[in-house]
């Protein structure tokens, strides 16, 4: 499986963010998928921002819940990401990363657990401007 993000690279405070990932190598609908966004602050850990699974439903962060909306495309084979009322504590590398794990692992979420992930994206700069 490949991914591939896109995005607009800079984008200014209070603004929305779309970003794109192009799947290839398998299709999204397959079962057990779970189609993640991530990101990384410069000098910071990584960050999950939600998922959308194979079946179509979404689930996020408590913490980005209100301002992030991931969402998909079946015949594009495409997940996308969509986040509101940008700030520039927003800038970071964003990935997009496939699940195929069980949903618990070790008795947390896969989402928290750093063998969660299968796939990962190469990620796409992303620049809040104030």
């Known amino acids: 499986v490949q991914l591939q993000e896109s995005g607009p690279g800079l984008v200014k405070s209070s603004q929305t963010l779309s970003l794109t990932c192009t799947v290839s190598?398998?299709?999204?609908?397959?079962?057990?998928?779970?189609w993640n966004w991530i990101r990384q602050p410069p000098g910071k850990g990584l960050e999950w921002i939600g998922y959308i699974s194979y079946s179509g439903d979404p689930y996020y962060s408590p913490s980005l819940k209100s301002r992030a909306s991931i969402s998909r495309d079946t015949s594009k084979n495409t997940v996308y990401l969509q986040m509101d009322d940008l700030k520039p504590e927003d800038t970071a590398v964003y990935y997009c990363?496939?699940?195929?794990?069980?949903?618990?692992?070790?008795?947390?979420?896969?989402?928290?657990?750093?063998?969660?992930?299968?796939?990962w994206g190469q990620g796409t700069q992303v620049t809040v401007s104030s």
């Open positions: 190598g398998d299709s999204i609908t397959t079962n057990f998928y779970y």
């Open positions: 990363a496939a699940s195929i794990a069980p949903y618990y692992i070790g008795g947390t979420y896969f989402f928290e657990h750093p063998s969660g992930y299968s796939y």
